[in-house]
């Protein structure tokens, strides 16, 4: 499969990989995928008393593109609001790293990751 | 050492030099036609073409005139399937095979059910292989034909053809093997094997791509319905001119394996043991099908919870197969392993080492330093790895399939 080069970058040298503190009160964990379907993201971010993304972590389980894409929307999400991070789209992280077509679902599963990440953060601060 | 390393020898090898040199000047100089009759050209041609016969049959303890040539495996799967099944369609439309087939028999098995034909898929045991009383209770009084391959092309198992053909000619069932990953690599005497139809190819044993046959047994006398229809050539079974240098070529492979393939398979066998003993002292490493029943040179291996495709980017100096070559470009995982009722995570992790005549002790230390970096890397960044250290049964999780 032909790759482009920003998403080999990615690939070879993935940025942002690890964990952080699930139980930690200004950290959003995001799950998705399922190791049937061949890849499995978590997306972790940590976010700051002015609603800012501050951190982000990541660790995939998956293809090149899944774990390119992983890499990528951690680099986006820092420094934006959780709402403004809430905008990335799949669309987007296609574009950027080149996806070919039967590659479009790992953008999609990296959008779903943010999601899913900042709903467990809005979860913790809820009430 | 060479880069990229070649470890897919279960996808194609290189033609042997000894094999190429032989073969070229039947192109040039000698490019007669083997089916002209009235010249030297044709003669000369044609005495190489029966050679190469003979060179074949002989890896098989075959008769030559048993040896009838096609494009390859493929071709020879279809000519014997299709062929076998319309011929005795009066005797019964029902054929059996195994869901860990090629497609090249699991296609024309198909098309024969598009034709008015009934098809059972045997199941495989965890092992790989097939198990004979489940094979026994499928058969039934209109089982017309039974295609098992030899040995499986993913994972190297040998099915029991020997305890295959027992029963097969015992109730008068045609018997189809598709032994294209078994030539040069197991022993096969067809004088004892009770099978009627076998199908070979050249470029799995340092042969050229292009050029394959297919035994088609003469006592008891199996017949066929041709599929390819013209000037009569290979006694009407199948037309086309044939391509002599093509021949040359594989009769030359076939004899090179018939007079080297004892000490070549030792040799490989050392190289493959070697190879699994490394990757072994890594955790969670699985063997794909039974190592007892196995072909020498085969090591399908499961690094669970890495994913293939991203190992198979990992090892980009080594070429190897994620899945069979065939469908690796899908996102399924290969349904050989999924027939063999692995995990789907650890079907997404395997790959297929297949060690040959030119691969060296230093070409497997290399792959067994190169993996255990590359399997560490990955499992760094493998979510699945850091919940499973932190003692996380997988299946209990629940997933959000997408």
């Not at chain 2, 003669?43 to 060179?55: L, P, Q, S, T």
Request: proline fraction near 3%.
């Amino acid at each position: 499969m032909a790759y482009s080069e920003k998403l080999l970058d990615h690939y070879e040298n993935p940025r942002n990989v690890g964990s952080l503190d699930k139980n930690s009160a200004g950290v959003g964990t995001g799950m998705v995928g399922a190791p049937a379907c061949g890849d499995v993201m978590k997306l972790q971010i940590q976010v700051g008393a002015n609603g800012m993304i501050e951190d982000a972590k990541f660790k995939t389980y998956g293809c090149g593109s899944a774990i390119a894409s992983s890499s990528l929307v951690t680099e986006w999400v820092k420094g934006k609001t959780v709402d403004e991070a809430l905008n990335i789209k799949n669309t987007q992280i296609a574009e950027e790293l080149a996806l070919p077509p039967v590659k479009i679902h790992c953008s999609i599963l990296a959008e779903d990751a943010i999601k899913a990440a900042i709903a467990d953060y809005k979860k913790k601060h809820e009430g | 050492m060479k880069f990229p390393l070649y470890l897919d020898y279960s996808a194609t090898t290189p033609v042997d030099p000894r094999v190429a040199e032989k073969m070229i000047p039947w192109l040039t100089e000698q490019f007669g036609n083997p089916a002209s009759r009235s010249h030297s050209f044709g003669w000369d041609a044609e005495k190489a073409v029966e050679d190469a016969r003979a060179d074949v049959a002989a890896l098989i303890n075959a008769d030559p005139r048993e040896i009838i040539w096609t494009s390859g495996a493929t071709e020879s799967n279809n000519l014997a399937i299709k062929g076998a099944a319309q011929f005795y369609k009066g005797k019964g439309k029902h054929i059996i095979t195994v869901k860990t087939e090629h497609k090249a028999v699991l296609d024309p098995v198909r098309e024969m059910e598009r034709q008015g034909f009934e098809a059972t898929y045997l199941d495989v045991q965890e092992n790989g292989l097939i198990d004979l009383e489940a094979f026994k209770a499928a058969i039934r009084p209109d089982t017309s034909l039974v295609s098992i391959m030899f040995v499986n092309n993913e994972i190297g198992v040998i099915q029991p053809i020997a305890e295959i053909g027992e029963i097969c000619r015992e109730k008068g069932i045609v018997f189809h093997v598709d032994a294209a990953q078994a030539s040069g690599k197991v022993k096969i005497d067809l004088q004892e094997l009770k099978v009627d139809l076998m199908s070979f190819s050249a470029h799995k044993v340092y042969g050229p791509k292009g050029i394959g046959a297919l035994y088609v047994r003469r006592k008891p006398r199996v017949r066929l319905e041709a599929q390819m229809h013209g000037g009569g050539h290979e006694r009407g079974l199948r037309s086309g001119t044939l391509p002599t240098h093509q021949i040359v070529g594989m009769g030359e492979a076939f004899r090179i394996a018939r007079l080297e393939m004892e000490a070549e398979n030792e040799r490989i066998r050392a190289l493959r043991d070697r190879l699994l003993a490394g990757f072994e002292e890594m955790e969670a490493v699985y063997v794909n099908g039974d190592m007892e029943h196995r072909v020498a040179h085969n090591l399908n291996i499961s690094f669970a919870y890495v994913e293939g495709e991203s190992l198979i980017m990992a090892v980009k100096n080594i070429a190897v197969s994620s899945g069979s070559a065939c469908t690796s470009a899908s996102l399924e995982p290969s349904y050989v392993l999924r027939a063999l009722g692995r995990d789907d995570e650890l079907a997404h992790s395997s790959i297929r080492f297949t060690i040959g005549r030119f691969t060296t002790e230093e070409e497997v230390d290399y792959t067994i330093d190169l993996l255990k970096q590359r399997i560490g890397k990955l499992r760094d960044l493998s979510p699945l790895w850091e919940m499973v250290q932190e003692g996380v049964d997988l299946n209990t999780v629940q997933w959000a399939a997408h």
